[in-house]
């Protein structure tokens, strides 16, 4: 154990964070997998995936943070190149799953994995490395703001085609780096308004051609959750999640005694919030999951600041912020307070492909922080 630890350097509080995280991940999943059970009536070949990918996930959390950070900066255009060419390919050739091609299959196996977490990673790298190098032209809008826009534009249409909460979550985080990055705020208001009228195009594409799309069930969502009285058969995951939630309470059922986990549909991914909630309670479920993301995004604000370079600091604000957002989203939805979007509870929704980016964008930022400890420790002799 000890020779363990001394290979796990970066900020403390993140990687006792990732413990808790761990520990709710393998007990909700462990209780949620019951509904896919049902088709197969084998419980343990799920828990143990995902307990399996779990560990994998740590695995590359242990091994990134030794990667030097500067890497990234170096890979920055590489690694959008190949993102883009990831998003075609999922558009062309992807695999379906509920309506949307969203995996690619990874060559001479059965394997897939979702591309645009790759894309998320590799955007936010690039962004972080261009707001580093433009500092003094970012407030010009062709030499400085142009390029920067066209790549947050591509990436994110690739993404929103099949996946608008997605793509709208990452296009969000880029905005958000830009304002720190001292974008005027006359570009970033062009560039949501750009965002606006991309959704729109994409939207009408969909309604109005022969082109397939998911722009039917953008709509349908929204309108849904405007007006809960239109079609009430279709509210019936939400209508279970808020049971769920209501099961809980304060102190809630206790671990896998979750009534609704059999009927709610992907309780185990988009609505394991819920199912966290009605077995643990507020008081032992949603408050500490939300305490626990609080925590990261607020030691990488820590990060930040010990940063004397700007490449690292861009890059742990797009990183964590990014996996908040989309913690936060993913509750909200449960609570019915955003309209269903897919999103999973990052590192605790069951999810391979979701678990092991996770890992990848945590690995990265604690590797960031193992860098300037490293870098104080030898100040000091």
Not at 60 to 73: A, E, G, N, T
Not at 152 to 162: H, K, N, Q
Not at 317 to 343: E, K
Request: hydrophobic fraction near 50%; glycine fraction near 8%.
């Amino acid at each position: 154990m000890r020779n363990l630890l001394q290979h796990i350097k970066g900020d403390r509080v993140i990687w006792v964070m990732l413990v808790f995280l761990t520990i709710y991940s393998g007990l909700a999943v462990a209780s949620s997998v019951v509904s896919l059970s049902l088709g197969d009536g084998n419980v343990t070949i799920h828990i143990v995936r995902h307990v399996a990918f779990l560990l994998v996930g740590w695995g590359i959390i242990i091994l990134v943070h030794h990667i030097p950070y500067r890497w990234y900066s170096i890979l920055a255009n590489f690694l959008l190149f190949v993102a883009v060419i990831l998003l075609i390919l999922t558009l062309v050739k992807g695999r379906s799953g509920y309506t949307a091609a969203r995996w690619l299959v990874i060559p001479g196996t059965s394997l897939t994995f979702q591309t645009s977490d790759f894309a998320k990673i590799a955007l936010i790298i690039f962004v972080a490395r261009y707001l580093s190098r433009n500092q003094m032209e970012i407030e010009d809008f062709k030499k400085g703001f142009l390029p920067v826009l066209l790549a947050i534009i591509i990436v994110c249409g690739l993404i929103l085609w099949e996946n608008l909460s997605t793509g709208a979550l990452l296009f969000a985080t880029c905005v958000i780096m830009l304002f720190i990055g001292r974008v005027k705020v006359k570009y970033l208001l062009g560039l949501a308004g750009a965002g606006v009228v991309l959704i729109a195009v994409l939207f009408l594409i969909g309604k109005y051609s022969n082109v397939e799309s998911r722009s039917d069930t953008w709509a349908n969502r929204i309108v849904r959750h405007i007006d809960k009285d239109q079609d009430p058969a279709k509210q019936f995951q939400s209508d279970k999640a808020k049971i769920a939630i209501a099961n809980g309470g304060f102190f809630g059922k206790f671990a896998g005694h979750s009534t609704q986990r059999r009927s709610l549909p992907q309780a185990y991914s988009d609505f394991i919030f819920a199912i966290i909630i009605e077995e643990y309670g507020f008081v032992f479920g949603a408050l500490p999951i939300a305490l626990f993301f609080m925590i990261l995004l607020r030691r990488a604000g820590v990060i930040v600041r010990k940063c004397d370079r700007t490449f690292p600091a861009f890059l742990t604000i797009g990183l964590m912020t990014g996996l908040v957002i989309q913690a936060m989203i993913n509750m909200g939805v449960s609570a019915g307070i955003f309209p269903v979007t897919g999103q999973p509870l990052p590192w605790i929704s069951r999810g391979g492909t979701s678990i092991l980016f996770t890992a990848l964008s945590i690995g990265i930022i604690l590797g960031v922080s193992r860098s300037y400890e490293e870098e104080a420790q030898v100040e000091k002799g």
